[in-house]
T-cell receptor, first 114, second 110 residues
Framework: DTAVSQTPKYLVTQMGNDKSIKCEQNLGHDTMYWYKQDSKKFLKIMFSYNNKELIINETVPNRFSPKSPDKAHLNLHINSLELGDSAVYFC?????????????FGPGTRLTVL | KNEVEQSPQNLTAQEGEFITINCSYSVGISALHWLQQHPGGGIVSLFMLSSGKKKHGRLIATINIQEKHSSLHITASHPRDSAVYICAVLTQGGSEKLVFGKGTKLTVNP
C-alpha cells in the first residue's frame, strides 16, 4: 500500500548508457515531480507533470526526459549517462497542480554512473 | 547568495530539549514547505505553509510573510527526530519554481 514507489532503488551503470527510473503513485494525485539530490545533499527540482502536461523544466540537460504514460506514473529516462548524473533521484506527488500542496516523496533511486 | 537560507547548518541537542530551526528567504513566495530527510535517505513532507502557524504532534511550523522568515520547532525532542530538515519555498511570479535550502542536520542524543 506504498503511496509513492520508485524502481529501481539502486542503479549502477556505465557512462554512455541509457537508463530509466520508474515512479508510481496510488494517491490519485494530479501532479508528480522529479528531484535530484547531489552529493552535498542539495535538492533540486527537475520536472513536474500535471495531467500529462509538463509544467516545470528546471533547465536540466535534454538527455533527461520525463515520460508520463498516465496520471499515476512519471518515469525518468536518461540518455548517454555521464559521471555527473550520479545522484539520488526522488519522485514526489501532490494533489493538484497548484504546487502549494504537501508533497509525498518516494524512497529515492540511487544512481551511480561508472 | 542562495535564495533560501537555513540556520543552523548543524544542531546537536539532548533528548527533551526544545529545538528551533530557522529559514529565511529573499524572494516572494506563495508557499513554504518543511521536509524531513531521515539518515536512510527517505524524505517526508512535514508542513506546507502560506501564513500563520501549523502544528502536528510535537512539531510546530510558523511563517512570517512580511519578515520572509519561517521557523520549525520541535518540542520534547527525541533521538528519532535526528534527521536533516529542509526548507523549500515556492516562488511567485511568471515562472513558479521550488527552491530548497541546504538543510539543517539535527542530532538528538539520548
Amino acid at each position: 500500500d506504498t503511496a509513492v514507489s520508485q524502481t529501481p532503488k539502486y542503479l549502477v551503470t556505465q557512462m554512455g548508457n541509457d537508463k530509466s527510473i520508474k515512479c508510481e503513485q496510488n494517491l490519485g494525485h494530479d501532479t508528480m515531480y522529479w528531484y535530484k539530490q547531489d552529493s552535498k545533499k542539495f535538492l533540486k527540482i527537475m520536472f513536474s507533470y500535471n495531467n500529462k502536461e509538463l509544467i516545470i523544466n528546471e533547465t536540466v540537460p535534454n538527455r533527461f526526459s520525463p515520460k508520463s504514460p498516465d496520471k499515476a506514473h512519471l518515469n525518468l529516462h536518461i540518455n548517454s549517462l555521464e559521471l555527473g548524473d550520479s545522484a539520488v533521484y526522488f519522485c514526489a506527488s501532490s494533489p493538484d497542480g497548484a504546487n502549494t500542496d504537501t508533497q509525498y516523496f518516494g524512497p529515492g533511486t540511487r544512481l551511480t554512473v561508472l | 547568495k542562495n535564495e533560501v537560507e537555513q540556520s543552523p547548518q548543524n544542531l546537536t541537542a539532548q533528548e527533551g530539549e526544545f529545538i528551533t530551526i530557522n529559514c529565511s528567504y529573499s524572494v516572494g513566495i506563495s508557499a513554504l514547505h518543511w521536509l524531513q530527510q531521515h539518515p536512510g535517505g527517505g524524505i517526508v513532507s512535514l508542513f506546507m505553509l502560506s501564513s500563520g502557524k501549523k502544528k502536528h504532534g510535537r512539531l510546530i511550523a510558523t511563517i512570517n510573510i512580511q519578515e520572509k522568515h519561517s521557523s520549525l520547532h520541535i518540542t520534547a525532542s527525541h533521538p528519532r527526530d535526528s534527521a536533516v530538515y529542509i526548507c523549500a519555498v515556492l516562488t511567485q511570479g511568471g515562472s513558479e519554481k521550488l527552491v530548497f535550502g541546504k538543510g539543517t542536520k539535527l542530532t538528538v542524543n539520548p
